[in-house]
C-alpha cells in the first residue's frame, strides 16, 4: 500500500451514518447548512473550506474542495491565495502560544 489515503475512499464517506445513523443524518444536515450560501457566498464558503482543508491537513477535503472551487471557476491563484491566508493564520496562532513560552521564561528570570 503505497498511500495511507485513497481517494477513493472519498465516495464512500456519505456511509459514514452506517454505524450511527442519528448522528450522522444530524452532521450531514448541519454540514449541508453551514456550507451553503447564506451571507457568504458559495464561492466564498468553498474558499473558507480549502483553506481550513489544507491547515487541518485532510486529504479527502482538500480533494474534494479543490475540485468544488475548479467546478465554481475559481481560478489556480485565489485558491492558493486562501490556502495561504489559512497557512499564515496558523503561524500567527503558534506564534500567540509562544506568549506562554515568555511568560514562564520571565517567571524564571525574576
Same mark, same amino acid.
Given at each position: ?30 454540514? &449541508?447548512?453551514?456550507? *451553503?450560501? &447564506? ?9 473558507? =473550506?480549502? =483553506? ?5 491537513? +485532510?486529504?479527502? +477535503? ?6 468544488? +472551487?475548479? *467546478?465554481? &471557476?475559481? *481560478?489556480?491563484?485565489? @485558491? @492558493?491565495? =486562501?490556502? !495561504?491566508? &489559512?497557512?499564515?493564520? $496558523?503561524?500567527? $496562532? $503558534?506564534?500567540? !502560544? *509562544? ?12
Amino acid at each position: 500500500m503505497s498511500n495511507y489515503y485513497d481517494s477513493k475512499d472519498l465516495v464512500d464517506f456519505p456511509n459514514i451514518t452506517e454505524f450511527a445513523k442519528e448522528q450522522g443524518e444530524a452532521f450531514f444536515q448541519y454540514y &449541508g447548512s453551514a456550507t *451553503s450560501a &447564506g451571507k457568504l457566498t458559495e464561492r466564498e464558503k468553498t474558499l473558507i =473550506a480549502l =483553506a481550513v482543508a489544507a491547515t487541518q491537513k +485532510c486529504p479527502y +477535503c482538500i480533494d474534494a474542495y479543490t475540485n468544488k +472551487c475548479l *467546478s465554481l &471557476g475559481i *481560478s489556480n491563484d485565489e @485558491m @492558493m491565495e =486562501a490556502v !495561504h491566508t &489559512g497557512a499564515a493564520m $496558523v503561524a500567527g $496562532v $503558534v506564534l500567540a !502560544h *509562544s506568549m506562554q513560552m515568555r511568560k514562564i521564561i520571565k517567571q524564571k528570570e525574576m
